[in-house]
């Protein structure tokens, strides 16, 4: 094919996970790329996570086996390629046979109507069972697999109350959601991929079956156009609405909308595994150990159809997720141990009907020719298959664009995760013994944010001074630098809440934002 330099192959719209990750796959296999995100890379749903790979022990009830498969296949694949931002977590399940519970999954309408007396109830051999098919459907390599725990005898029993003397351990895995968008959209960038923050698509024409897109820089007004062969629309939440409104499409596709909240208290129990609590309404909740200090508690399903209405925690669902957990724990927990909370909407495809809980989390590929050019349109997804979504989705360009190069990305790690799996501690040691003013917590920061690019961000420093502005929390002007010239980060927030969550920390916010946006016109200067 012989290309226009004037035309990009991709204008991928959507500085989330799934735009991230496509526009990765893409440019690795030699189609030029541009992204357009209207605001900071990851700064909705891919923000929002519970930040874990896991394969969707619950969607089992739902009969989901080929999402769950792929995505337990995929946690060792993604475990490989990023140790640096992910890392193996065990999960107790907590069970107790007076327990009863009220789902309106298939698999207990089933048991319902085969075994009356069973009604609400997960019995143990169920959970045995689905705990199996969770252990062999992914053909696990590196994670251990699922063991019974005696409570009344391990640290894993201390902050539950006395009725639950037994639990199933199994395995999943911790992301650190933002960070693993704002490495994709790097690792794009350096395979020739132009990545646009805080660009918004304003109009997009077919013109000869050539895209004609009119950008807005969303701080200064400027616009630009842009000439490409094929959109990708990865609107996340606004899939459809980009899609009526922008392209300009007939389609009558659309997302469901569903809200995710999660509330951050202090720590609540004094070892690194994970809870995986069951709720007497069929719902599940997970307790995790969270940033140190912290334990993570989410999450909740809610419909929310205003786009225009930015979502947060409601005093609704806060009250909600401290009655579940309050249901296990022995000492409860009040709103008044909350730090933060935070919500994010899930981008379902809309296949009609059913509870929010029950939509499904698979995603679907739409091509769509008909406003005159190509377009591709992303419906839902999990964060623990986004790669396999941009391969697919690059099966889908193959139709539309020559793409001569196969899939490339399994096994391909992000920047500074090119060390093994097991190798963190080392790493860690390795920098606080090469750079002595750092304490311990500092150097663990450091290596599981950036992995081996850590030191370049410390460069030739000596000591803390040589580093620049401190502006409390560990956070220095070379790390802000960084996170600027090459994270694409360009005020604070996108530092200490989505580069970081450094902002439940004593960090200088106003401070940052002041240091930034003197030091924004000087950036070829620290590249």
Not at 129 to 154: A, F, N, Q, V
Not at 352 to 380: C, E, H, Q, V
Not at 482 to 497: C, G, K, N, Q, S
Request: glycine residues 10%.
């Amino acid at each position: 094919m012989t290309r226009d330099a004037g035309i990009c192959d991709l204008l991928v719209v959507g500085g989330g996970i799934n735009g991230c990750g496509i526009a990765r796959d893409a440019a690795g296999r030699g189609l030029s790329v541009t992204l357009a995100e209207m605001s900071d890379l990851a700064s909705a749903t891919s923000s929002a996570s519970t930040k874990l790979f896991h394969g969707g022990l619950r969607y089992l009830e739902y009969f989901e086996f080929r999402l769950v498969r792929e995505a337990l296949i995929e946690r060792e694949t993604l475990l490989r390629a990023m140790p640096h931002i992910s890392w193996p977590m065990r999960f107790v399940l907590p069970y107790h046979a007076s327990m009863r519970f009220e789902g309106d999954t298939p698999t207990s309408k089933l048991m319902a109507a085969v075994m009356p007396w069973m009604r609400g109830r997960r019995p143990a051999w169920l959970i045995r069972l689905g705990l199996l098919m969770y252990d062999t459907l992914g053909g696990r390599k590196i994670l251990p697999g699922t063991s019974t725990l005696d409570l009344t005898r391990g640290p894993e029993g201390a902050p539950l109350k006395d009725m639950f003397s037994t639990a199933y351990e199994y395995s999943d895995c911790w992301i650190e959601d933002s960070r693993l968008v704002a490495l994709n959209a790097r690792d794009a960038e350096a395979r020739g991929a132009t990545i646009l923050t805080r660009m918004r698509v304003v109009s997009a024409k077919a013109e000869s079956g050539i895209w004609i897109v009119t950008l807005q820089d969303v701080d200064s007004g400027a616009q630009r156009s842009l000439r490409a062969r094929m959109v990708v629309n990865a609107g996340g939440p606004w899939v459809g609405q980009i899609l009526r409104q922008q392209i300009g499409s007939n389609s009558h596709d659309d997302v469901r909308l569903v809200r995710g909240s999660h509330i951050v208290t202090r720590r609540l129990f004094d070892h690194d595994k994970c809870y995986f609590f069951q709720g007497t309404d069929g719902r599940i909740m997970f307790a995790i150990p969270y940033e140190t200090d912290y334990t993570l508690i989410g999450t909740t399903d809610q419909e929310h159809a205003d786009l225009s209405q930015k979502p947060v925690c409601t005093p609704q669902e806060r009250d909600y997720m401290i009655d579940f957990v309050n249901g296990y724990l022995k000492t409860p927990i009040t709103a008044d141990d909350i730090v933060w909370t935070y919500a994010g909407v899930r981008p379902l495809f809309d296949e009609g009907g059913g509870s929010a809980t029950a939509a499904t989390r698979d995603y679907t590929l739409k091509l769509d020719d008909s406003a005159g050019a190509p377009a591709l349109n992303i419906f839902g997804g999990k964060i623990t298959t986004y790669r396999r979504l941009a391969e697919a989705a690059l099966d889908k360009i193959g139709q539309r664009l020559d793409v001569a190069q196969g899939p490339w990305t399994a096994g391909v790690p992000l920047p500074g995760g090119d060390f093994p799996v097991d190798g963190v501690e080392r790493l860690i040691a390795e920098l606080a013994s090469g750079y002595p003013f750092l304490t311990q917590a500092w150097a663990r920061r450091l290596i599981r944010a950036y992995g081996t690019d850590a030191r370049l961000i410390l460069g030739q420093a000596r000591g803390a001074a040589d580093l620049g502005q401190d502006f409390g929390a560990t956070l220095t002007a070379a790390e802000v630098d960084w996170l600027m010239t090459h994270e694409f980060a360009r005020t604070a927030e996108d530092i200490l809440w989505r580069r970081s969550k450094l902002g439940l920390r004593q960090a200088d916010a106003a401070a940052i934002d002041a240091y930034m946006a003197a030091r924004c016109p000087h950036l070829k200067d620290i590249a």
